[in-house]
Nanobody
Framework: VQLQASGGGLVQTGNSLRLSCAASGRTFSGYTVAWFRQAPGKPREFAAA????????SYTDSVKGRFTISKDSAKNTVYLQMNSLKPEDTAVYYC?????????????WGQGTEVTVSS
């Protein structure tokens, strides 16, 4: 499966952005799709994930209550709605997918989309 991430940009603190991760080559059915992020000089970290079939979601603590991961089955796309953005959310965001449930390694990665939050 090929993943295409989009939606990044430059926003001010407190504003919102919605990232999109579209799949081509096959549907997301049977997959878990996640968003990871990598801030400058820091290792890549998990941000959020959704299991396509069971619609179970998971978030890292720092984004809980501010970010929402969701899916659109008709468009075969996963979204990450990011509200109340903070400068520490500045990072390159990557979408990734793995077969099956959450946990384990992700086999498919999209290109990153850059998010910059100015103070």
């Amino acid at each position: 499966v090929q993943l295409q991430a989009s939606g990044g940009g430059l926003v001010q603190t407190g504003n919102s952005l919605r990232l999109s991760c579209a799949a081509s080559g096959r549907t997301f059915s049977g997959y878990t799709v996640a968003w990871f992020r990598q801030a400058p000089g820091k290792p890549r970290e998990f941000a959020a994930a959704i299991n396509w079939n069971m619609v179970i979601t998971s978030y890292t603590d720092s984004v809980k209550g501010r970010f929402t991961i969701s899916k659109d089955s008709a468009k075969n796309t996963v979204y990450l709605q990011m509200n109340s953005l903070k400068p520490e959310d500045t990072a390159v965001y990557y979408c990734a997918a793995r077969r099956g449930v959450m946990g384990g390694t992700y086999d498919y990665w999209g290109q990153g989309t850059e998010v910059t939050v100015s103070s």
